[in-house]
Nanobody, 114 residues
């Protein structure tokens, strides 16, 4: 099994920045990609960003392109999400998720006030 711990969420005003972190431990040898997802109140979980360990290539949802940056360390199995120019619609619980696993952490709350 894979264990995940997310951190770094909080309350910020619109236009502000936050940095989220996630550490994975356990059976991580099969993980090829780690991503961030989010779930806003009353909505389903949606993809935000991801990074591939093989070449450090990244993917982003259109809604966050140019504002969020994902980075990671494949040796330490950690990823981060630098969020800038935050908007109220970014308010959600953010989760990290390693590919090829069913592991989800408890998430970290991000609240952006207008």
């Amino acid at each position: 099994q894979v264990q995940l711990v997310e951190s770094g969420g909080g309350l910020v005003e619109a236009g502000g920045s936050l940095r989220l972190s996630c550490a994975a431990s356990g059976r991580t040898f099969s993980v090829r990609r780690m991503g961030w997802f989010r779930q806003a109140p009353g909505k389903g979980r949606e993809f935000v960003a991801a990074i591939r360990w093989s070449d450090s290539s990244t993917d982003y949802a259109d809604s966050v392109k140019g504002r969020f940056t994902v980075s990671g360390d494949s040796v330490k199995n950690t990823i981060a999400l630098q969020m800038t120019s935050l908007k109220p619609e970014d308010t959600a619980v953010y989760y990290c998720h390693p590919s090829r696993t069913t592991a989800w952490g408890r998430g970290t709350q991000v609240t952006v006030s207008s």
